[in-house]
């Protein structure tokens, strides 16, 4: 069963900086089925990345997705107030499963 | 507008049965898969079940094996899940989410709201 692992648990920052939220597999993961979806509270999740570095729809280009194999990051260029949030990593392999999120909380 | 609305959910205790209910419109709903991913309070999200577009094909965490039962109705534009034997640790939002699956991409695009679920005595 593949655990995935996000870093830091809680990111500190002010707008304006760049947030580099990581996510690592237990095992060699495809890149064309790892997402990246923010959840604010009281809101349900809402897909940002798929496919590792793919924008969903509407998503701002200042965030981006890279990675493969074991390790993922997501980058957020230059914080905006509403960026403030939790972010969580998804693999689909046999079934879905997700990382334990990253809050990105205001400095 | 791709929109997922879910309901039935409330307090029950220990042991008993509720029925959520996810209702779909803008979009051609017996075309796609869908999920029941659920969150408990302050947690992070878990992925429940999954049905395929003509029900041929359902999976289950192993966490709700045995005690729940995914469905849905095209005709009605509705997805179910029938959560028996109800436990504490079942206690969270159930989001019902719809899945965008390709040959070489597989991701949730769309959520709902979520409805709450709360086992307790």
């Known amino acids: 069963e593949i655990v995935l692992t996000q870093s830091p648990g809680t990111l500190s920052l002010s707008p304006g900086e760049r947030a580099t939220l990581s996510c690592r597999a237990s095992q060699s993961v495809s890149s064309s089925y790892l997402a990246w979806y923010q959840q604010k509270p009281g809101q349900a999740p809402r897909l940002l990345i798929y496919g590792a570095s793919s924008r969903a729809t509407g998503i701002p280009d200042r965030f981006s997705g890279s990675g493969s194999g074991t390790d993922f990051t997501l980058t957020i260029s230059r914080l905006e107030p509403e960026d403030f949030a939790v972010y969580y990593c998804q693999q689909y392999g046999s079934s879905p499963k997700f990382g334990q999120g990253t809050k990105v909380e205001i400095k | 507008e791709v929109q997922l609305v879910e309901s039935g959910g409330g307090l029950v205790q220990p042991g008993g049965s509720l029925r959520l209910s996810c209702a779909a419109s803008?979009?051609?709903?017996?075309?796609?898969?869908m999920n029941w991913v659920r969150q408990a309070p302050g947690k992070g999200l878990e992925w429940v079940s999954y049905i395929s577009s003509s029900s041929s094909t359902i999976y289950y965490a192993d966490s709700v094996k045995g005690r729940f039962t995914i469905s849905r109705d095209n005709a009605k534009n509705s997805l179910y899940l029938q959560m028996n034997s109800l436990r504490a640790e079942d206690t969270a939002v159930y989001y019902c989410?719809?899945?965008?699956?390709?040959?070489?991409?597989?991701?949730?695009?769309?959520w709902g709201q979520g409805t709450l679920v709360t086992v307790s005595s």
């Open positions: 803008g979009f051609t709903f017996s075309s796609y898969s």
């Open positions: 989410a719809r899945e965008h699956a390709t040959v070489t991409k597989r991701y949730f695009d769309y």
